[in-house]
T-cell receptor
Framework: AQRVTQPEKLLSVFKGAPVELKCNYSYSGSPELFWYVQYSRQRLQLLLRHISRESIKGFTADLNKGETSFHLKKPFAQEEDSAMYYCALSGRGAGSYQLTFGKGTKLSVIP | DSGVTQTPKHLITATGQRVTLRCSPRSGDLSVYWYQQSLDQGLQFLIQYYNGEERAKGNILERFSAQQFPDLHSELNLSSLELGDSALYFC??????????????FGPGTRLTVL
């Protein structure tokens, strides 16, 4: 069974401090990993996809297959980063690419 | 708005009732996904349709059903409602979703409250 675990429900950091949102997954095969973000009163939107290896809004995430982790990092938090962050995975080769989400981490950046 | 739209925004109903949630995908998207977000279960995949046909089922109860129409809009039908069905129901769409991952674009959700 596939599973995504985000151990922190809430993470509070000061503006300018580094941020790391943890994500661990369980999947037998080669999943695709994503980070989705939901800002206040906005819809869920894709932030990062592990395959693209991009840096979006200063955020990066590296897939560690050995530790089955996909932590989201940013060196200097900004107030506008305050939001709910969801880690998600999608299985490959099953003919359907629905997302399995973690329960989310609420990031609060303190000015 | 060319994004995913969902109606209604809010729905309040009583136990035992039946409701229909509607989703219009982005123009050109053939796949529609339904997700349920509740406090205890988080965001869970319910069902996917591709071009009118059911593609995959997740944790969808037998009391729930969905369909996708020729114009590609989708409806999620929830019947014999229970208090525990109170949740936020999201619809997402993607271009394909069969041969590889395509970015899923989410709608604003419908908040269902069962009293």
């Amino acid at each position: 069974a596939q599973r995504v675990t985000q151990p922190e429900k809430l993470l509070s950091v000061f503006k300018g401090a580094p941020v790391e949102l943890k994500c661990n997954y369980s999947y037998s095969g080669s999943p695709e990993l994503f980070w989705y973000v939901q800002y206040s009163r906005q819809r869920l939107q894709l932030l990062l996809r592990h395959i693209s290896r991009e840096s979006i809004k200063g955020f990066t995430a590296d897939l560690n297959k050995g530790e089955t982790s996909f932590h989201l990092k940013k060196p200097f938090a900004q107030e506008e980063d305050s939001a709910m962050y969801y880690c998600a995975l999608s299985g490959r080769g099953a003919g359907s690419y629905q997302l399995t989400f973690g329960k989310g981490t609420k990031l609060s950046v303190i000015p | 708005d060319s994004g995913v739209t969902q109606t209604p925004k809010h729905l309040i109903t009583a136990t035992g009732q039946r409701v229909t949630l509607r989703c219009s995908p982005r123009s050109g998207d053939l796949s529609v996904y339904w997700y349920q977000q509740s406090l205890d279960q988080g965001l869970q995949f319910l069902i996917q349709y591709y071009n009118g046909e059911e593609r995959a089922k997740g944790n969808i109860l037998e009391r729930f059903s969905a369909q996708q129409f020729p114009d590609l809009h989708s409806e999620l039908n929830l019947s014999s409602l229970e208090l525990g069905d109170s949740a936020l129901y999201f619809c997402a769409s993607s271009v394909d979703g069969r041969t590889g991952y395509n970015e899923q674009f989410f709608g604003p959700g419908t908040r269902l409250t069962v009293l």
